[in-house]
Structure formats: structure tokens, C-alpha cells
């Protein structure tokens, strides 16, 4: 009897296990789990980083000064044949009196403008403000990128606009009592300058700049197609030799147009043809130049690349090195993971999105293509196609047109 109820227990134990074995392999055969990721915009640039060196058509400037100079341009500023480059003051105290009264005349500029909307009627505010806002906003970008002579100028931009609006509102009635109480400030400061500052012109138009390297005599316009990848890498190493001192004042270049000297691998050289257009990244700024490839050249297991540009700022016209970034391709799409593409059974190429609780096949024009990534053209509103923000299945299996997830 014992015997005959334990075998009839070990039968129903392992009936039951057999049952819970079978089902746990059905529904763990039937349980998908599928991932899935929005298809956004994306931006991508293929780019070689390289360090160039500059050369310009420019010579030395000098001058027998006596008193501390104060620069009147930004470097690499155009200026005409005796026009004011700068002027020499009999101290630096002198020079921060003269900012202060410039300062000072400034502002009265401004209230002078503001006076001017007296009696006009108050529709113009909203518009003010509107201005106000958009150069405040301007004005915390040039301060966040170091950019002083931005500030400077939204500073009395904004000044000059917050004036007006108090003017339009009726806040203020007249300027007068102020503007003439900065006139006598300005007399003040102007009694307190110890004599008045010599102008320096120029002997010739061109770009001036405040200050030397070195090089201006040894690397030139002519002579850069020469220049050896041993060369450069000295000059970038030490990119000044050194700085204006006696009767030096600065250095004049004579045009906008400069070249670019730089040392390349020969893969790297490889994308490089001469007498074709490229386009070259600058520095922090991210400034694009449009430059052309002048000569390529081999010296043993390095290239030597020559570009020329007639695009002069101010950071090219006081440097000697760049920081560069040659662009060598850019891509602009969606940007998918490579585990979403498929074939339909046309062979062509697409996705799965998810839609509800369906998936669906959608296909893809595939511009570009890494192991973890794939760019593919924007074909948003195209019927049969990829849109942005659509649910795009990455991992999935058995997935076929119109499946239930």
C-alpha cells in the first residue's frame, strides 16, 4: 500500500515538473523583448587636427617715441597712409585718464541720442524691451567666450537702448542736469592730463599690428614653399623669437593674402590635391576658411602641404601658429545604431519602428556607416521611409512588416 502511494506521488511530481518544464521553454520562447530609440537629427564631421604656420607680405614698423603708446586698432586692422595707429602719452596714468574721458563723452552720446525721442509716444516700448533682451542675451554669450571688445560694445548698445525706453516711458524728462554734470567731469580729468599725447600715422596703407615674432623676415610669402617639415616643427615649438622693443612699434602687412605651411603623414596626404579648395577650421572659434591647396610635397616619410587664403583676421594677421582642423567630409542626418538595420525580402534597406504595438518596415538611404552607428539621409515626410522621431526597434528578434510586439 505504501509503496503503491509513493510510486503514484513520484508519477504525479514528475508529471508536474514535465508540464512546468514545457511551458517555462513556450513562453520563454515566446517572450521578445525589444529596444527601441528615437531617430534624431545628426551631425558629423570627418576632420585632421594639424598646427600651421602663417606667412604674410609684412615688414617692421619703427618710431622714435617718447611716452607710453596706446594702440588705436585691434590687430590686423586696415589702415590708410597717414591715419593714427596709435599715440604716445607722456605716462600710463595719462592713458587711463584719457579711457576715463572717452568713457564719459561716450555716455553723453548716449543721452544725447535719448533726448532726442522726447515727447514720443509710448508704442515703441514693447520694441525696446524686445531689443534689450536680445542684447543682454548677446552680451552674456560674448562674456562666456572672453570676447571684451563684444562686451564693450553691448555694453553701450544696451545703455544707449535702456536710455531711450526711459525717455519713451516718461521715467525721465530730460538729460540735461546729467549731461552737463559730465562735462565737468570731463574738464576735471582733462586739467589732471599732464600734456597731450603725440599721434603715430602710418607711412602706408596696410594691416597693422602691434606686435612681432621673429619670423617676419625669415618666413615670407616667397620663400614659405621651401620650408622643410624639420622647420616647422621648430617654429611651431617656438612660435616667437621675440617681442617689440626700442623703436619697434609693430609690423605692416601689406595684403589680406597669406599662406599656410603645414606637415602631413601620408595617409593624411592622401586627401589633399593641388589646385583644389578645402576647408579649414581655425582655432577655438571654430572661424572657416575656404583655402587652397597650393603644393604638396614628400620629404622622406612626411608631406609638406602649402595653402594660400586671402581671408585675414585678426587672429591670423598677429599669429604664427594655428591650431587647425582640415574638413575632410561632413555628414548631416539621422543617426541610428547599426543592430536597427535590416533587408526586407526586396533587399532593401531599412528599420522596424514601433507604432502602437506593431512593428513596421520602413526603409533608409544609408550616407554613412561605422560598426556602432549608422547616418542616414533625413527623408522625414517621405512615404515608406524614415522620419524623425520615429520609434526605431535597435534589438529585437523575428521581426517581419505589421508583427504584434
Known sequence: MD?????????????????????????????????????????????????????????????KINGTIQYEHEDGSKVGKNSVIANAYGSAADISLTADINKLKTRIDTLTDAQSLVGTDNSQIEAFDKLITEKHSKLITAINNGDYTAV????????????????????????????????????T????????????????????????????SKITYDNIDSITPAEISETVKTPELTT??????????????????????????????????????????QTEITAKVENVEKYDNDYVAIFSADDLNSVIASSRVGRFKLLVDSYNGIRIASSAI????????????????????????????????????????????????DDVIVEGKDLYDGKNL
Not at 252 to 280: C, H, S
Not at 365 to 387: K, P
Open 3 to 63: 509503496r503503491t502511494l509513493t510510486t503514484k506521488l513520484v508519477t504525479v511530481v514528475l508529471a508536474v515538473f514535465l508540464l512546468l518544464t514545457i511551458a517555462g521553454q513556450f513562453f520563454a520562447g515566446n517572450d521578445h523583448s525589444y529596444k527601441t530609440e528615437v531617430a534624431l537629427k545628426y551631425d558629423s564631421q570627418d576632420t585632421i587636427e594639424f598646427y600651421g604656420v602663417f606667412a604674410r607680405n609684412e615688414h617692421t614698423v619703427s618710431r
Open 152 to 187: 564693450s560694445q553691448l555694453k553701450y548698445e544696451m545703455l544707449n537702448l535702456q536710455s531711450k525706453r526711459d525717455m519713451v516711458k516718461g521715467k525721465v524728462n530730460d538729460y540735461s542736469s546729467v549731461i552737463s554734470a559730465l562735462n565737468s567731469k570731463i574738464k
Open 189 to 216: 580729468l582733462e586739467g589732471r592730463i599732464s600734456a597731450s599725447p603725440v599721434q603715430v600715422t602710418a607711412d602706408e596703407t596696410g594691416y597693422f599690428v602691434s606686435s612681432i615674432d621673429g619670423y617676419e
Open 244 to 285: 617689440a622693443s626700442g623703436d619697434i612699434i609693430g609690423k605692416m602687412i601689406d595684403d589680406y593674402k597669406w599662406k599656410l605651411a603645414a606637415t602631413f603623414t601620408e595617409g593624411q596626404a592622401a586627401v589633399l590635391t593641388e589646385n583644389t579648395k578645402v576647408r579649414l577650421i581655425l582655432g577655438a572659434d
Open 342 to 389: 535590416h533587408f526586407d525580402k526586396e533587399n532593401n534597406i531599412g528599420v522596424y519602428v514601433k507604432k502602437g504595438s506593431q512593428a513596421y518596415f520602413v526603409q533608409v538611404d544609408r550616407i554613412y556607416s561605422s560598426e556602432d552607428y549608422v547616418i542616414v539621409r533625413d527623408t522625414s515626410g517621405q512615404a515608406g521611409y524614415l522620419s524623425l522621431y
